[in-house]
Nanobody
């Protein structure tokens, strides 16, 4: 059974930084596109950033220039470095693994990020 386990969330003041990690197991990690999504209370789950198996990245406009997604295939891990955090970044952040041709779409359990003074 595929597992995606997120960590690194927490409470941070506005302007601060956090780094989220997502470790994947029982998956051919290097061939999957990985992504981070977030969901605030009462809102839909939105894309934050994605990274393809080739390393191409894509970001939501709201996080461009502040967040960086990266992956370490040797560690089966995807990261999200979040800088200059704002209160509106407060949400549960979810890790996602997708392989379009195989029809696979996996989700982690989420990690809470709260930006507040």
């Amino acid at each position: 059974q595929v597992q995606l386990v997120e960590s690194g969330g927490g409470l941070v003041q506005p302007g601060g930084s956090l780094r989220l990690s997502c470790v994947a197991s029982r998956i051919g990690f290097s061939i999957y596109a990985m992504g981070w999504y977030r969901q605030a209370p009462g809102s839909q789950r939105d894309l934050v950033a994605t990274i393809t198996s080739a390393g191409t990245t894509n970001y939501a406009d709201s996080v461009k220039g502040r967040f960086t997604i990266s992956r370490d295939n040797a560690k089966n891990t995807v990261y999200l470095q979040m800088n200059s955090l704002k209160p509106e970044d407060t949400a549960v952040y979810y890790c996602n693994a997708q392989h379009f041709l195989m029809g696979h779409d996996y989700w982690g359990q989420g990690t809470q990020v709260t930006v507040s003074s």
